[in-house]
């Protein structure tokens, strides 16, 4: 055996020893090597890999340390969507949403109400990651972002070593996602405050801002040095492992989880009745002060996999779990002032100003009092003294008012009978807790949609922030969404600090937003209940707006089709429809080339159409080479095909690339055109 062999061998005999003293040391919490030992075995594998790094692997431990600073972080479309979970706020909630979960499971299934039915963990205040496994190797990991789309964070996610870099399961499946919550421990967290106030750093606001940060950090390096920590709470597998392998309950996959190398939380519990699951959100509102990382609820699911899939999903939230938050920290401060905003639906929310306090790690010194029937319960008076706390821990709100602390003779706020804005009589249904501005041509109403419009999660236009937006509508130079496809550079130049550089980018950002896919221009159009999942949904089922207006208008019924969308929706989609200053937005937008219809569409011309390609329904299975598999999905639709998940009798042609799965013999069965990855890419050119 010549030297490098003997070197191969011995790397996979460190790796193998590195991996399991990481294994017993972060994720099982039992060390079973002396520091020393582990360091030199580590320092023995970098040497070898660096003499010999043909034979450095994507699972090395070495992977794990600081790499290359990186230019940006690119976006992942998550192949199974991370959903929100709906919240509850007291145990009355919770048999509320248990007793619904029940009347929509029909409880004479009995083979899916048995005892052990659901199953509590702790909701860890920390920041959900998806992660992706291909053959037993970590591919991807990815924030949660919007739900659909979140940044590739892979190269610092390998920097947790509470995250396995290779699975250790017996039985590798083809592929696996992991759904989890990265988080910085109390103790971690104080440390890293330490260094940063030795360093004269701005200190972190609390360990999920830390670690947020953390995870978006371009140094790997930095994100090695803070000891991120990782807990799994979620897993899918392809059908025929999860099928062979008797995964019927949550909790059984929970325990593969561990197989596989994953740290669960350890407080985790089946829940056999109601007095347990009641035991358990009370012991944990009352102990989560003695552990070492945050958590701010008790999530429930159920726990049987068939009882979930019969529940499903709403819009944003699947319907077999539900978060238990706890109440939130309060603290009482002094009102100084009262202001009345006016929103891009009109909707007129009272805020209030008060003397700074710190509050679940922040310091606040504004609060929402939410609508004209909280702010006339509160009663508020100047200079009285108020009881303040975060709502679910992000948006801070005025709870109550300590009338015994008033001044005597002190004057009560009025909530005002015209906008504040723009002068108009408000208005104000009695059905609805909002008092609106219904003047479409207010100031803060145009401000507003134009804000929205070019915001990140709509059209994206990099350099049009809140300050520009307000000395462009200063000047004049922009009143509604349309007006900004009129800036060239001579009404920019009028606008202070705004160099030729800032001004070419600005334009060139713009021009580019005209591109944009379909489904952000509708959610950018700010239509009332249309978030970004529904505007996707929608997108999907009407390819352009027209087709969305006349299905609309004409109570077909087509929107029912589309799952999440009710009355509530369909009414917000009437009313814009029915507006005039509506459509005519839409169509000055249209002049000056913005399309809302999707880009394929657009592209292809009768004499451009492929038989091979047009309205023919593809199916993709296994690992493919050449292209990511959206890229390959953007190109057949391109051609005019149609991509589907499943395989069924009408699909058109099966794309093959590696190590393909049970959707290769179905399509032989169904005697589906079978296409290898090279073939469909001679097809495509």
Known sequence: MDLAEINKNRIIELKKLI???????????????????????????????????????????????????????????????????DNAFNIDDIKEWLSKVKRLLNESQDELMKEN????ELKIDGNAIALKYENGLLKNAATRGDGSEGEDITNNVKRIKSIPLKLRCEKI???????????????????INQHRERNNEQLFANPRNACA????????????????????????????????????????????????GFKINEYSSQIYNEFELINYCNLWEKKRQNIDFETDGVVIKVNNI?????????????????????????????????????????NVTPVANFDPVQLAGTTVSRATLHNFDRFEQLDIHEFDTVVVRKAGEIIPEVVKVIKELRIKQSNKFNFP??????????????????????????????????????????????????KIIEQLFEANLIKTVDDLYNLNIEKLNSIERMGEKSINNLLLAIEASKKKSWHKKLYALGINHIGEVTAKSISLKFKNIELLKEATLSKKDNLSEINGIGLEIKDSLENWFRNKDNLNLIKNLQNKGVEFKEEYIKKIAPEEINANFHEKEFVITGTLKSYTRNTLIQKIEEKGGVVKSSLTKKTNYLIVGEKPGSKFDKAKEFKINILKEEDLIKLLN
């Open 213 to 260: 940060g953390s995870l978006r950090q371009l140094d790997p390096k930095v994100v090695a040095q803070r000891n991120l920590d990782f807990f799994a709470y979620q897993v899918y597998l392809p059908d025929d492992y999860d099928i062979d392998n008797n995964y019927i309950d949550h909790w059984d996959r929970l325990e593969f989880l561990k197989e596989c």
């Open 417 to 466: 009978n015209c906008c504040p804005t723009c002068g108009k009589e408000l208005f104000k249904n009695e059905s609805e807790a909002a008092t609106k501005c219904i003047n479409h041509v207010c100031p803060s109403i145009q401000k507003g949609a134009l804000k929205h419009w070019v915001s990140k999660s709509a059209m994206n236009i990099d350099g049009l922030g809140i």
């Open 117 to 120: 039915f659901l199953v509590a």
């Open 306 to 346: 068939s009882a979930q899939n019969i529940l499903g999903f709403t819009q944003k939230a699947p319907r077999w779990a539900i978060a238990l938050k706890y109440p939130a920290e309060e603290v009482a401060t002094k009102i100084q002032s009262l202001d009345f905003q006016v929103g891009r639906s009109g």
């Open 173 to 191: 499946p083809q592929w696996l996602e992991v759904r989890g919550e990265a988080f910085i421990s109390n103790k971690s967290f104080k440390l």
């Open 19 to 85: 991996d399991n003293a990481n294994y017993f040391y972060y994720t099982l919490d039992n060390p079973q090597l002396e520091d020393s030992l582990y360091d030199s075995l580590y320092k023995e594998l970098i040497a070898i890999e660096k003499e010999y790094p043909q034979f450095k692997t994507e699972d090395s431990p070495t992977n794990r340390l600081g790499g290359e600073i990186a230019k940006g972080f690119k976006k992942i479309t998550h192949s199974i969507p991370l959903y929100s979970l």
